[in-house]
């Protein structure tokens, strides 16, 4: 027998169970006996049984209050809900989905439901992060429609949860569980964008965070006055309860971490607007209405909680957790080292501490000063200290979580402010620049984001050394060294790499990264061969023979032998990793680099020294496709495009300059015809078109608006010709060294060039066998006639050219492998060419200059091929012959007579605008109505005489019915007596004249 599956359905009876066990609101003990009775067990059985619950559920929703929905949340409910939840495919998913938007649509109603119900769905019953596992924003949406004074409730209640005692046998794990919960979603609240907050309420959370990473709560017995000053706020109180258990180094970490994101997304967002008011106040970003950063918030509620004696900072114990979480065996001397050494990191974090502060008081007099006085550079040098001192402040931070590193720089960034904007020396550009990639090579992401912004401040000051110190950080391989130093360990050892294609064979699908790891791998054998144990020394010449037959070992020599393998192993592997990891922090700190000069090349696009990073960023640009490093190539080739891209460039360049933009030319063209890749032809042949607009452009008019011929601005012209007549005989010649498109986009952006190069191309043009790339030439030459700019006084530049292009139809003609269709596509061509020729010239003079006499035995004599034999060129030859011979008369006179027209309309035009328009307008406009009346009546008048059959028209209209063969005279008598009378009013009599 086949099975069958039911889905059980809500009785009709449930619908008034329901509403009488909720027809008492002041006592629902009924529907709560109804609900524990007979829906409740539901949940703990099969699917369709759990199925009926969650019907039963959705109808019991709508008809309770919201202080009522917490016995429908029991535990078994909250299981059922998000076991079905988190399992995609499960059968109860879409109906799980539904009761949770109904208990949030809701829940919506009443803000005090929300927060209960945020509580329970990420409670004990439920699941700590709800939306990530369950793939919903319930929680977010929850969050999302609250008041802002209901987050903060939802923050203190969150600061008391993060203090809560749990019970159990693993207390400790369940707490350090719930607390991370705690600081994610405290996280989740000031970073989210839908969540409605005050700033006041983003500044609690970052003080509570700041609190536990830095300092630890332990109530002292306090003698006489040094008990501390109770103070209302809320969130002090909160701070100055012990935790129960306390807080671990594991957990402190995993808070500075979380804060260190926080303070990063901070620094990049604008001020948080409360009123309309606040939206005219342009603060930069990472700062509070007030204008102060959120950094230096956090730096005056340390000074506050110093104050109290119960809080103790812990900085000490962080960086010994984090040196000796992995070496257990050396506690206690690292306890007495960390100890001693802490003591004097101490006087210095005060010492630099008091330094910054003071430097920080100073900037913002100064900047208070700035924002006062209404000179141009006073914008400027307001981003400028801005910029200063967040980077001062977010490096401070850095010595408040044991990160002591970073003391000398921020110690020499404070001496620099000194001299600099207090004392009006010169901006020392390359001992900033130093200090900039030293911090780029930090873990800290904050770090490095403020470096960019404080790079993009200081971009006018920098010079070539500190542009030349960045290039060499993109430009340096590493690769070549570890593959010199293969070589000549393979020299030393040749038997080695013969015993490794032994291994793997003659496969060559291994990756990259493997290799590599190998190659390392073999560097470090050898060392290893070096430091052998003593033991194996010993044994060999304790009388040992050398022969491998003769070898005999007892078992304690096996054992040694084993072990001694397995340490040469695992240190060859270790070795491996440390490589490894060098070479991808090398890559990371390439990146962050390349992203600095992206930002120079975006904002000094005027600026000359962006000249000195074409040539290096070409070297690393070129055609390495595939390797490891194509993610970094990639980048730097989106940093040159941005740079060649530009439509702003360097003007009034110096001699050095010039000759530098001419060895870059020379160098793009010798890259172009030596490139393999079609990414790297198309980088080099931008760089050429923009060298060359670089070069146009140092003129008065500029790359295209001078459109003189002869004035080529800077450009040398021999220069140019020679490389571009490779670069054309590259093209017509040998397939693959120069692409088609270079052409295209030189004389697109550039017609001036064109024009230059009409002679150049006619020269080469019949040279190669290829007819595709000859007639690519031609249309290239098409479009670069087309520019009528360019044509000069007169027409004088075409009529120079002109020869030029009946000698590179006539080469064309004359190839060998024409094929039917360009030779066709070449006489429409030749066609538009001439069309273009004789709306400047006379027919006559343009037969003379293009010779129509021999282009036309030309083409006759290209149309008589065998190749060509079954195509006709009748309509073309005509076509081409009307041309030459009557020229474009009537297409003249047309022109002409509209010219003329239109020169008419304008006289007109003029002698009506000038005397006064309203004098003249006036009394016409008041006549001309009554004039027109007055010739509409007697027109109508005459009429009605002169054709009586009008007025029986509308009765035939009136009477004949649908589809009736009448309908038809009717409507053509209709129409001729509305013609007769325009005829009479258009025309009158000489009678009606007088």
């Not at 030349?468 to 590493?478: A, G, I, K, P």
């Not at 060294?481 to 793997?504: A, I, L, M, R, V």
């Not at 008065?700 to 140019?720: C, P, Q, S």
Request: glycine share 4%; aromatic share 8%; proline share 4%.
């Amino acid at each position: 027998m086949a099975t069958s599956y039911t889905i059980p359905r809500v009785h009709s009876l449930w619908e008034t169970l329901l509403e009488l066990s909720l027809s008492k609101s002041d006592n629902p003990q009924d529907f709560v006996n109804l609900w524990s009775i007979a829906v409740e067990p539901l949940f703990d059985t099969t699917d369709n049984h759990k199925y009926l619950g969650l019907l039963l559920a959705n109808a019991s929703l709508p008809l309770l209050e919201s202080r009522q929905f917490s016995v429908i949340l029991t535990p078994l409910f909250m299981r059922c809900l998000t076991q079905h939840l988190s399992i995609p495919k499960h059968i109860l998913n879409k109906a799980s989905k539904y009761t949770l938007s109904l208990l949030v649509s809701e829940a919506k109603k009443d803000p005090q439901t929300v927060l209960a119900l945020v509580g329970t769905l990420q409670g004990a019953h439920g699941i700590s992060h709800f939306d990530q596992r369950t793939g919903t924003k319930a929680v977010a949406s929850l969050l999302a429609s609250l008041n802002p004074e209901y987050t903060e409730k939802y923050t203190e209640e969150l600061f008391k949860k993060f203090y809560a005692t749990p019970k159990g046998e693993e207390s400790d794990l369940i707490a350090f569980n719930q607390r991370c919960w705690v600081v994610d979603q405290l996280i989740s609240i000031a970073r989210g964008k839908v969540v409605p907050k005050k700033e006041q309420c983003i500044l609690r959370i970052l003080k509570f965070l700041f609190y536990h990473s830095v300092f630890n709560y332990e109530q002292k017995a306090t003698k006489g006055k040094s008990t501390p000053k109770k103070t209302n706020d809320s969130l002090t109180t909160v701070l100055y309860t012990p935790c129960t258990p306390s807080v671990t180094p594991k957990l402190r970490q995993f808070v500075r971490t979380r804060l260190l994101s926080l303070i990063t997304f901070l620094n990049l967002q604008p001020s948080v607007q409360e009123g309309e008011e606040d939206t005219k106040t342009k603060n930069p970003n990472g700062t509070t209405q007030d204008g102060q950063f959120w950094v230096y918030k956090l730096y005056l509620f340390k000074q506050l909680m110093t104050s109290n004696p119960n809080n103790t900072l812990v900085q000490e114990s962080y960086e010994m957790t984090e040196k000796d979480e992995d070496e257990g065996d050396n506690e206690e001397d690292s306890e007495e080292s960390s100890s001693e050494s802490s003591e004097e990191n101490k006087v210095d974090v005060q010492e630099v501490e008091k330094k910054l502060l003071t430097t920080v008081n100073k900037m913002q007099s100064q900047l208070t000063t700035l924002k006062k006085s209404k000179k141009a550079e006073a914008s400027k040098k307001i981003k400028q200290l801005k910029s200063y001192e967040s980077l001062l402040l977010n490096l401070g931070l850095l010595t408040n979580f044991g990160d002591n590193g970073v003391l000398a720089t921020l110690d020499e960034l404070i001496s620099i402010y000194t001299e600099t904007f207090e004392n009006a020396e010169l901006f020392p550009v390359t001992i900033v620049m130093d200090i900039l990639i030293s911090l780029l090579d930090r873990g800290s992401r904050m770090v490095r984001r403020i470096v960019q912004d404080v790079f993009h401040a200081f971009c006018s000051f920098i010079n070539l050394e500190s542009l030349e110190l960045l290039l060499s950080v993109v430009t340096e391989d590493n690769d070549g060294k570890d593959e010199d130093d293969h070589d000549h360990e393979n020299c030393q050892d040749p038997t080695h790499n013969h015993g490794h294609k032994h291994d793997h064979g003659s496969d060559d699908s291994d990756s990259e990264s493997e290799d590599e790891d190998d190659d390392d791998d073999e560097e470090e054998e050898s060392k290893s061969d070096e430091s052998k144990p003593e033991s194996m020394a010993v044994e060999k010449s304790e009388g040992e023979e050398e022969d491998d037959e003769d070898i005999s070992l007892d078992d304690e020599a096996m054992f040694r032998l084993d072990k001694s393998l397995a340490a040469m192993v695992h240190n060859s592997k270790e070795a491996a990793k440390e490589l490894k990891e060098i070479k991808t922090s090398s890559l990371h700190f390439k990146h962050r680099v390349v992203s600095l000069l992206s930002t120079f090349a975006k904002s000094q696009a005027n600026n000359p020294l962006i000249l000195n990073m074409i040539s290096p960023l070409l070297t690393v640009t070129g055609d390495e496709v595939g390797s490891e490093s194509s993610n970094f190539v990639s980048k730097t080739r989106k940093v040159l495009f941005t740079l060649l891209h530009s439509h702003k460039y360097p003007k009034g360049l110096t001699s050095e300059y010039i000759d530098l933009l001419h060895n870059l030319l020379s160098q793009s063209f010798t890259l172009l015809f030596q490139s393999q890749s079609y990414d790297g032809s198309v980088v080099f042949s931008t760089a050429i078109t923009f060298i060359l607009r670089v070069l146009l452009g140092q003129s008065e008019g500029g790359e295209n608006a001078n459109w003189d011929v002869k004035d080529l601005g800077k450009l040398d012209k021999a220069i140019f010709l020679e490389h571009f007549t490779k670069a054309v005989s590259y093209f017509v010649g040998k397939k693959g060294k120069v692409p088609s498109f270079f052409f295209e986009q030189l004389f697109n952006h550039l017609p001036k060039i064109g024009w230059l190069s009409l002679e150049l191309i006619s020269q080469q043009i019949g040279k190669g066998s290829n007819v595709f790339i000859a007639f690519s030439l031609l249309e290239c030459v098409k479009k670069i006639i087309r520019v009528k700019k360019l044509h000069g006084e007169n027409s004088n530049n075409l009529r120079t050219v002109a020869p030029f292009l009946k000698d590179m139809f006539m080469k064309f003609f004359q190839m060998e492998r024409m094929n039917g269709k360009y030779a066709k596509e070449s006489l429409k061509l030749l066609s538009n060419i001439l069309t273009l020729l004789l709306t400047s010239f006379e027919s006559a003079e343009v037969r003379s200059m293009v010779s129509s006499e021999e282009l036309l035995a030309a083409i006759d004599e290209m149309c008589s091929k065998k190749a060509l034999s079954g195509i006709n060129f009748s309509a073309n030859k005509t076509n081409l012959t009307k041309l030459l011979e009557q020229g474009l008369q009537s297409k003249k006179r047309k022109r002409t007579e509209k010219q003329e027209e239109e020169k008419k309309e304008e006289k007109i035009e003029t002698k009506e605008q000038q005397p006064p328009a309203k004098k003249r307008k006036l009394p016409e406009t008041k006549q001309q109505p009554e004039v027109t009346e007055k010739k509409t009546e007697v027109t109508e008048k005459k009429t009605e005489v002169a054709t009586p059959t009008e007025k029986k028209t509308p009765v035939k209209k009136t009477t004949p019915k649908k589809g009736s063969a009448q309908n038809t005279p009717t409507k053509q008598k209709t129409q001729a007596t509305k013609v007769t009378p325009k005829k009479t009013q258009n025309t009158p009599s000489p009678k009606q004249k007088k």
